[in-house]
């Protein structure tokens, strides 16, 4: 079976005033067709990095990625992008923005429209599809970029922060409403974020990254059922997994223990 993406020893190097920055690598990874996979990790170790070089939007260094057994040598046509900000054109309605990634590519939207309804409605904004961004929650414009990215039917979605910028209520609910999204349609998804227990959440595999240059410490296979309802989080087993990517960390210094305030006094 090929795989989705392959991703062999693959570096960036950023140059800069005072001399290159070694941001990312090597880093081997391969992803399977359907599979939900995040990277979690420190500021600054390279996730967002590695998302834009597997979209062709940034220059490798070093190695080799491969999409759909065709290396990456430029911009990714066949992908969808979610980005934390959610980036819609304030003077289109919402069924106008979906189709805004129809009508850039040009394709026939008469082909898309009805599956541009139906992502609408399978996460709640069937009522709002002529409504402008600025009629909606922050929680309903990312929703509205999750079905943008979705809507020409791509095998690839790259998502990157995109729960980050919401208030955690909000947060919390679209982590149910991306899972059961990609419930629906079986994408092959990476998902870049900083929070472990989303991580763990949403993902078939967590990748974890280690502080700069970012590399992989671990890949960690998630086992719970789907969908993550809120008595799989309660699990023993859902929380031994956010524990063990917790210790990775504090072993790299990134978390510390509070100290009893005799000690600190």
């Given at each position: 079976?090929?795989?989705?993406?392959?991703?062999?020893?693959?570096?960036?190097?950023?140059?800069?005033?005072?001399?290159?920055?070694?941001?990312?690598?090597?880093?081997?990874?391969?992803?399977?067709?359907?599979?939900?996979?995040?990277?979690?990790?420190?500021?600054?170790?390279?996730?967002?990095?590695?998302?834009?070089?597997?979209?062709?939007?940034?220059?490798?260094?070093?190695?080799?990625?491969?999409?759909?057994?065709?290396?990456?040598?430029g911009p990714q046509t066949d992908i969808g992008i979610?980005?934390?900000?959610?980036?819609?054109?304030?003077?289109?309605?919402?069924?106008?923005?979906?189709?805004?990634?129809?009508?850039?590519?040009?394709?026939?939207?008469?082909?898309?429209?009805?599956?541009?309804?139906?992502?609408?409605?399978?996460?709640?904004?069937?009522?709002?599809?002529?409504?402008?961004?600025?009629?909606?929650?922050?929680?309903?414009?990312?929703?509205?970029?999750?079905?943008?990215?979705?809507?020409?039917?791509?095998?690839?979605?790259?998502?990157?922060?995109?729960?980050?910028?919401?208030?955690?209520?909000?947060?919390?609910?679209?982590?149910?409403?991306?899972?059961?999204?990609?419930?629906?349609?079986?994408?092959?998804?990476?998902?870049?974020?900083?929070?472990?227990?989303?991580?763990?959440?949403?993902?078939?595999?967590?990748?974890?990254?280690?502080?700069?240059?970012?590399?992989?410490?671990?890949?960690?296979?998630?086992?719970?059922?789907?969908?993550?309802?809120?008595?799989?989080?309660?699990?023993?087993?859902?929380?031994?997994?956010?524990?063990?990517?917790?210790?990775?960390?504090?072993?790299?210094?990134?978390?510390?223990?509070?100290?009893?305030?005799?000690?600190?006094?």
């Open positions: 079976m090929t795989e989705a993406i392959r991703i062999q020893q693959v570096s960036k190097i950023y140059q800069s005033r005072t001399g290159p920055v070694h941001a990312l690598g090597p880093v081997d990874l391969d992803v399977r067709p359907g599979e939900f996979i995040s990277i979690v990790g420190p500021s600054g170790c390279g996730k967002s990095t590695l998302m834009l070089m597997i979209a062709g939007l940034l220059d490798i260094t070093g190695g080799t990625i491969e999409v759909n057994g065709k290396q990456v040598s979610v980005f934390q900000s959610p980036v819609l054109v304030d003077w289109r309605t919402v069924l106008g923005n979906v189709m805004l990634q129809v009508e850039m590519r040009k394709l026939n939207t008469n082909d898309y429209i009805a599956r541009a309804h139906q992502l609408l409605a399978s996460v709640g904004l069937q009522d709002f599809e002529s409504r402008y961004p600025f009629e909606l929650s922050g929680g309903m414009q990312q929703r509205t970029a999750f079905c943008r990215a979705l809507v020409h039917d791509p095998p690839l979605i790259l998502m990157d922060e995109p729960l980050g910028a919401l208030d955690a209520m909000t947060r919390e609910q679209l982590r149910v409403d991306l899972e059961l999204l990609w419930m629906q349609t079986r994408k092959t998804v990476i998902f870049v974020t900083h929070s472990i227990t989303e991580s763990v959440q949403l993902s078939d595999r967590v990748v974890v990254f280690t502080p700069r240059p970012g590399m992989i410490d671990r890949v960690i296979d998630i086992n719970l059922p789907r969908p993550r309802s809120f008595e799989v989080r309660e699990s023993v087993q859902y929380n031994q997994y956010v524990h063990e990517i917790t210790n990775i960390f504090m072993g790299y210094g990134i978390f510390h223990e509070q100290k009893q305030l005799s000690e600190v006094s």
